[in-house]
């Protein structure tokens, strides 16, 4: 189940992680295209509120670049998936262990910046891959807003962009838990068509002694 709000110009996504599956694996449900409104010179118009878009739609209109989506035949996309489930299930282990940094945090929300810390040193390792915390248009690196990582298979120079997200086990289906994609010129860091994938981190919600117990990684072109 997925909940949007898009707002005048700033079209603040919320997409919630409701529904999910757990395990290893990409949700490659189809959604439905909704074409883009525009006035009548032909200019895409902005988005009232309480108008739905597809995910792909508003990034390509609002940036300029392509969500491309995740294919399983493709060998490029599937060198993606196979470099993210070892780094996923190693931070997974590290940061539940008793003397990881994030159990002396007071909120849970504080927590993604350490997996994000993790996937990029571990997918960093690799001699494939690079990854970053993506640039702003002032080409400054910048960790606040979607996406947190940006990761570039060298060979190809194919794109994903990562976001991980902490969800409590057995509250896949609540409507708390979300991510936010504010669409802003001096703040944008999207500057590539790429994949672009959500990583799902479900956790115990044993608040101060977390245990992160799966993962699920979603591919954002299907919302």
């Not at 902490?166 to 509250?171: F, H, I, N, R």
Request: charged share 20%.
């Amino acid at each position: 189940m997925i909940a949007k709000s898009l707002i005048a110009a700033s079209a603040l996504i919320l997409v919630f992680l409701a529904g999910m599956k757990l395990g290893i694996e990409i949700d490659q449900q189809p959604s439905a295209q909704v074409s883009p409104t525009t006035d009548n010179k032909g200019e895409k118009a902005d988005y009232e509120h309480g108008d739905v878009v597809s995910f792909s739609t508003l990034i390509e209109q609002k940036t300029g670049q392509a969500v491309i989506a995740f294919s399983p035949k493709d060998p490029v996309h599937q060198a993606f998936l196979e470099l993210i489930r070892p780094a996923a299930d190693a931070a997974l282990v590290k940061l539940s262990a008793a003397d990881s940094p994030i159990k002396e945090l007071p909120r849970i929300n504080e927590a993604s910046r350490f997996f994000e810390d993790e996937l990029m040193k571990a997918i960093n390792a690799t001699k494939e891959f690079s990854c970053e915390i993506p640039q702003n248009a002032q080409g400054d690196a910048q960790r606040s807003g979607y996406p947190d990582l940006m990761i570039t298979h060298q060979a190809s120079g194919t794109i994903a962009y990562l976001d991980p997200k902490l969800v409590a086990q057995g509250s896949e289906r609540s409507s708390f838990r979300s991510f936010y994609y504010q669409p802003r010129t001096e703040t944008s860091k999207i500057h590539h068509s790429a994949l672009h994938f959500v990583i799902g981190i479900l956790h115990d919600g044993k608040d101060g002694d977390w245990t992160f117990t799966q993962w699920k990684l979603v591919d954002l072109s299907t919302l």
